[in-house]
């Protein structure tokens, strides 16, 4: 698709008629008033979780190669790249492609493209390296998408949907294409949702969508023009690399955060004799004494890594970031020689413009941004208020709840669905008198005949249990005065089987949260070495959960007996190793001044707090999901409520495929022992 000039399936867009042959602007030789400036910044499209849809977009193919940026001045050309570095020289041979042309500054992407027509930024690479070392390879294709000056006129001012009307002009005079190497980038007004999931089919990086009615903005990212992506990209400070004897065998890579350089992990694929040849020199010309990374590590030496000083920049891909800031299968595309190293910080992606409706980008995203909203169903009592008004915190009403359980419902049920759960019920509010229904023998509440709650029987322990599976379930719970949710921690639908640990690490009265903080850390590392994936919550209350999902055994289940034997070694091995700060002892007596290590949650019918349950507290606090990178001095608890976590999930993803990174734990244990 990327390699057409236009699709064949495009609709076109709004766009005003195109220049005509009486145009002043468009008679051959007319002496040209100004000259185009020698560079003008270039406007660089925001990273955003979700399409925009609706009218006034555009949407063009997005293009894996070399932003570039082209001035011509009486038929010469001149190229420039993002930061306006002259590489006029690599493309000498290409000038013929404009002769004839108008002065211009031409705005677009310079691609080698495959042998399916698609850009390859590794060829890319490797075809720029080759013409740095003075060989013209004559494969490359510049895709233009937009026009900055012409005849005398800078045109940013002007909306996106003249200025396309005006570059198909310059590029493709009289309707007819200069040259197959030099091709006009054709708007698309389709449905984006179409034309995304075909570019990611094709193997194409993603899509930009442009406002028609924009200015160009130099300099400047903003919600005018938006980039979707199928496959996360990014670029990565390189600060060292590591070696298997004699043969390369990976990057470590960062970004810079707050000044410092952040280790993001090591890239281990995408490596070619073609690419390591020329990495490998530019590595040693570099080569530094110590480690760049001042943040997240490695900070240890050890015989087969070598380190650099932060000057190169490599470009990668990857399936996403990890809990705690690293990358996820990331393969090397190619080192940039267009961005400074300074630049590099980590791409987190913002929610579409306000004024459209966001669309999920791909079938494979998880952790969803709901849509806020109310039940569609009649509350009884809908102004009775289960947490009063407190200093800096609102009462919350059961109207309010129902919202708040309707916001989050795609965050919250795949955490409960197939696991029965524990309600706590609040009939006169958080300060009257609570109950906890563990089944529905216990009569308390309205769940046992709410049709919407799935009722488990469970014949082993003689009773049935609810579980919560739809937002109409969660609409019940409200309607029952169900403040909180504790589901067990079964395999979705086998509740004779575990499906995965949450740890929950409760500090002893008056023990700084910090503490806390460092309890989570090290059982985390304790977990990763053994091949797990831990994810981090706040409790609602004043600790912290580390949910570890785990994948089955088909032929050799673990057991419940296993799985809690499995997770009280762990967490005895942290004890052990540091009695004056963590213990595992149930007795609140001999917990004085250390962390309780509770492992004790991994039993059939034990249970923990749900992802974003509310909590029964004064401030009305929800069970947070978090990343790793917030486990750090001044994380407060109790700053996420009722009222503040929608708001807080909408800012950035959390817990990326927590489903997907679930391992198995027999290979775990097989490891501990």
């Known amino acids: 698709m990327a390699a057409r000039a236009r699709p064949a399936d495009r609709h076109s867009p709004s766009l005003p008629p195109r220049l005509g042959a009486d145009s002043d602007s468009a008679r051959p030789g007319r002496r040209q008033p100004t000259p185009p400036p020698s560079f003008l910044p270039f406007q660089h499209p925001k990273l955003v979780n979700a399409l ?49 042309m108008l002065n211009v500054i031409l705005d677009g992407e ?70 197959p190497q030099l091709r006009y980038v054709e708007a698309v007004d389709a449905d984006p949702r179409q034309l995304f999931a075909t570019a990611c089919e094709m193997g194409i990086e993603g899509i930009v969508s442009k406002r028609l009615d924009a200015a160009y903005r130099s300099g400047d990212r ?28 990976s990057l470590m890579a960062g970004v810079w955060e707050s000044g410092q350089l952040r280790y993001v992990g090591s890239i281990h694929t995408g490596y070619s004799q073609a690419n390591t040849s020329e990495l490998v020199p530019k ?37 996403g970031w990890t809990g705690d800031g690293k990358v996820r299968q990331a393969s090397f595309k190619g080192l940039r020689e267009d961005k400074e190293a300074r630049e590099v910080v980590e791409e987190d992606p913002e929610p579409p413009p306000p004024a459209t409706t966001a669309v999920r980008p791909t079938p ?68 009257g008198e609570l109950f906890f229904q563990r089944h529905e023998g216990q009569r308390v509440g309205g769940l046992r005949d709410a049709p919407a709650v799935t009722h488990v029987e469970v014949a082993a322990l003689a009773h049935v249990f609810p579980q919560f599976d739809t937002p109409q ?57 053994l091949g ?20 089955q055994d088909e032929t050799k289940p673990v057991t419940w007996a296993e799985a809690k034997a499995f997770a009280r070694a762990v967490c005895a091995a942290m004890a052990g190793d540091s009695p004056d700060r963590y213990t595992i002892a149930l007795p609140k007596a001999q917990r004085q001044g250390r962390v309780f290590l509770d492992y004790l949650r991994t039993d059939q019918t034990r249970h923990a707090s749900a992802l974003l349950s509310p909590r029964a507290t004064a401030e009305a606090t929800v069970s947070m999901p978090l990343s790793w990178r917030d486990a750090r001095p001044g994380l407060n608890p109790t700053a996420f409520t009722v009222a503040s976590a929608l708001p807080l999930l909408r800012q950035r993803p959390v817990w990326q495929d ?8 027999r290979r775990a244990i097989a490891r501990l022992s």
């Open 222 to 249: 903003n919600e005018s023009w938006v980039k979707t992506k199928c496959r996360p990209g990014q670029e990565v400070v390189v600060g060292g690399w590591k070696m298997n004897g004699p043969r390369f065998r």
């Open 52 to 100: 925009p849809t609706g009218g006034g977009w555009i949407h063009e193919v997005k293009f894996d190669g070399y932003r570039m940026q082209v001035r011509v001045e009486r038929r010469r050309a001149e190229w420039r790249s993002r930061n306006g570095n002259d590489w006029t020289a690599r493309f000498a041979d290409l000038g013929d492609l404009f002769d004839g």
């Open 283 to 319: 590595l040693r010309a570099t080569e530094a004494s110590a480690s760049p990374f001042t943040l997240g590590g490695p900070h240890r030496k050890t015989s087969d890594i070598h380190w650099t000083r932060p000057e190169l920049v490599a470009r990668i891909e990857f399936e």
């Open 110 to 179: 310079l691609c080698v493209l495959d042998k399916q027509g698609h850009p390859d930024f590794s060829a890319l690479r490797s075809a720029l390296g080759r013409r740095q070392a003075g060989a013209m390879v004559g494969n490359l294709v510049y895709f233009v998408f937009d026009a900055l000056f012409l005849d005398g006129r800078d045109l940013r001012g002007l909306p996106l949907a003249e200025r396309k009307a005006r570059l198909r002009e310059v590029i493709e005079p009289g309707g007819q294409p200069r040259s």
């Open 532 to 551: 797990l994936a831990p994810f981090l919550k706040t409790s609602g209350g004043k600790g912290l959960h580390l949910v570890t999902p785990f994948v």
């Open 364 to 431: 494979k995203a998880r952790n969803k941004h709901p849509p806020a909203g109310t039940p569609d169903f009649q509350l009884s009592h809908e102004d009775k208020v289960l947490w009063p008004a407190s200093p800096g915190h609102p009462a919350i009403t059961k109207a309010d709840l129902a919202a708040y359980y309707a916001a989050t419902a795609d965050w919250i049920l795949p955490y409960v669905r197939g696991r029965p759960c524990t309600v706590l019920l609040a009939p006169q509010g958080v300060h």
């Open 658 to 665: 927590y489903e997907a990174q679930a391992t198995p734990l």
């Open 473 to 529: 379930a969660l609409e019940a719970a409200v309607q029952s005065d169900a403040i909180e949710l504790h589901p067990w921690n079964n395999v979705p639908g086998e509740v004779d089987l575990p499906g995965r640990f949450v740890f929950d690490l409760d500090p002893d009265e008056g023990l700084d949260f910090e503490r806390v903080i460092d309890a989570a850390l090290e059982l985390r590392d304790r977990l990763v070495e």
